[in-house]
């Protein structure tokens, strides 16, 4: 204990810029390399903070165009398993091919149901666009071109297309 007081004011002066010097930045140096290392706890490949991966290019497309003869010959095995389980716990087997018909058919109702949405719905943009257009014109201002503009409301709306 008696050695700091015993060192005079140039002594207690060199030894502050000696720690200020050197031993302060080899010591933040230290530290900062350490740090990052303390960034990388938890950060395994199960981790649930992490940056996502994008996603593969096969699974970037997740709704891909499908070939209706591949669909129907799926639909079709899936169908005959079905038929055969029934058939082996004793109860009425599937009519395959009639059942098929009908899946398929209800699948085509479904995309015609969306396709009748969409159309009400670009009728309904464009009533709106139309809309807006006269007030422009009754205000002095320059009217928009109704087709482009609803596509671009369409594009807002829904999403890029």
Do not use: Y
């Not at 038929?83 to 059942?99: I, K, N």
């Not at 943009?125 to 807006?132: I, M, N, S, T």
């Amino acid at each position: 204990m008696d050695l700091p007081l015993a060192m005079s004011a140039m002594e207690k002066c060199a030894t502050v810029l000696l720690f200020t010097g050197v031993a302060a930045p080899l010591a933040g140096a230290l530290f900062w390399r350490v740090a990052g290392g303390w960034d990388s706890i938890g950060g395994g490949p199960l981790a649930i903070e992490r940056e996502p991966r994008p996603a593969p290019r096969h699974l970037a497309d997740r709704n891909p165009p499908v070939d209706p003869a591949i669909q129907a010959a799926e639909v079709r095995q899936m169908l005959r398993a079905k038929s055969e389980r029934q058939q082996r716990r004793g109860e009425v087997p599937l009519d395959v091919e009639a059942e098929t018909t009908r899946l398929l058919a209800r699948e085509e109702e479904d995309l015609d149901t969306h396709a009748r949405q969409d159309a009400e719905l670009r009728a309904e943009v464009r009533q709106l666009v139309a809309a807006r257009n006269e007030r422009r014109m009754h205000s002095g201002l320059e009217p928009l071109d109704v087709e482009a503009e609803t596509e671009r409301q369409l594009a807002d709306f829904i999403g890029s297309r």
